[in-house]
């Protein structure tokens, strides 16, 4: 049996997939959680062959879980079902280590069939994001992404330099930096064009 964990923070999507994945005879569902830190203490606890997780989730996003699950070694391969088809994800699920990248308009037997497929140590990506993943580069870096995510809330500089323990000069000049590699005109576009792209 494949044991999987599923988190999703939409109970009505979770109860679906987990009800759709246990009708197969080789796929044990050991797990749900509705967010990106319960999954993350169910995986370390549970230890599953795979971990299918949505994108967008309170407390954790899908790409935070799947880089802390290869941060501890968790062994576990981890699958992405979303409804973003932008690239930037994708080339941070990748670099998160995560095996799996679905669509959730995908066939439901896609889901079962990727879950054997990355338990037997390949990869499965939707077709129509693989190429374009490879011709979007994040120019961000973690930081940058950290303050300008912060600043697309609406949060100050100084509400952000606090959150973060960093002055407000530096704050600013991670904001100019990010404007800067965006084209954009200020924080608020930059923010807009980052999450269209899903560098944020």
């Known amino acids: 049996m494949i044991r999987v964990l599923v988190a999703e923070d939409q109970t009505m999507i979770l109860g679906a997939l987990a009800a759709m994945l246990d009708m197969e005879d080789d796929i044990e569902v050991v797990g749900r959680a509705a967010d990106g830190k319960a999954a993350l203490s169910l995986a370390l606890d549970k230890r599953p062959d795979v971990v299918v997780t949505d994108i967008e989730m309170p ?72 190429t374009a993943a490879w011709d979007s580069k994040d120019p961000l870096n973690d930081r940058e992404r950290q303050v300008l995510r912060l600043a697309g809330e609406g949060h100050t500089s100084s509400e952000i330099a606090r959150e973060l323990f960093l002055s407000e000069g530096t704050i600013r000049n991670y904001l100019s930096e990010a404007i800067g590699k965006l084209g954009a005109g200020n924080r608020v576009e930059a923010a807009r064009i980052a999450r269209q792209k899903g560098w944020l």
């Open 59 to 130: 407390a954790m996003t899908g790409l935070e879980l799947a880089a802390s699950l290869k941060e501890k070694n968790s062994g576990c391969a981890i699958i992405i079902v979303t409804t973003f088809a932008r690239p930037g994800y994708l080339r941070r699920a990748l670099d998160a280590g995560v095996k799996g990248y679905l669509l959730k308009d995908s066939p439901a037997q896609q889901l079962a069939d990727a879950i054997r497929t990355v338990h037997q140590g390949g990869k499965v990506i939707a077709p129509e994001l693989a």
